[in-house]
Nanobody, 127 residues
Framework: QVQLVESGGGSVQPGGSLTLSCAAS????????MGWFRQAPGKEREFVVA????????YYADSVKGRFAINRDSAKNTLDLQMNRLKPEDTAVYYC????????????????????WGQGTQVTVSS
C-alpha cells in the first residue's frame, strides 16, 4: 500500500521559514514525479512545485519561485519543501503528491493528473 505522509507544518510569523517533509512508503517514485500542492480556505487547490526525476527538471509556481526549494533524499524516499520568507498568503494546507510516471510539463499543474496524495499538513503564516 502506497502512503505519502507529510510533516513539519505549523505556525510562523511573516518572513519566517518552515520545512515540510513527505515520506513515501510502499513504493519508490524514482522514475516518476513528486511535488507539492496547497489549498487555502475557500480556494481551489494550487500547484506549488514539482520535480521530475532522472533529469526531468524542477518547476515552481511563480508565487513561490525564489522563496521555496524542493529537495529529495532518495535513500530515505523523502521529499522536503524548504519555505523561506513566508507570507500570509502562503497560509494553506500543503499536500504532497506523487505519480509513478514522469508527467509531461503541461500536466504538472493539474492535480487530477497525479496518482497519489498525502493527507496534508497545515501551514499558517500570521503575526
Amino acid at each position: 500500500q502506497v502512503q505519502l505522509v507529510e510533516s513539519g507544518g505549523g505556525s510562523v510569523q511573516p518572513g519566517g521559514s518552515l520545512t515540510l517533509s513527505c515520506a513515501a512508503s510502499g513504493r519508490t517514485f524514482s522514475g516518476g514525479t513528486m511535488g507539492w500542492f496547497r489549498q487555502a480556505p475557500g480556494k481551489e487547490r494550487e500547484f506549488v512545485v514539482a520535480i521530475r526525476f532522472n533529469g526531468g527538471g524542477t518547476y515552481y509556481a511563480d508565487s513561490v519561485k525564489g522563496r521555496f526549494a524542493i529537495n529529495r533524499d532518495s535513500a530515505k524516499n523523502t521529499l522536503d519543501l524548504q519555505m523561506n520568507r513566508l507570507k500570509p498568503e502562503d497560509t494553506a494546507v500543503y499536500y504532497c503528491a506523487a505519480n509513478t510516471n514522469r508527467l509531461i510539463l503541461s500536466a504538472l499543474r493539474d492535480g487530477r493528473n497525479w496518482g497519489y496524495w498525502g493527507q496534508g499538513t497545515q501551514v499558517t503564516v500570521s503575526s
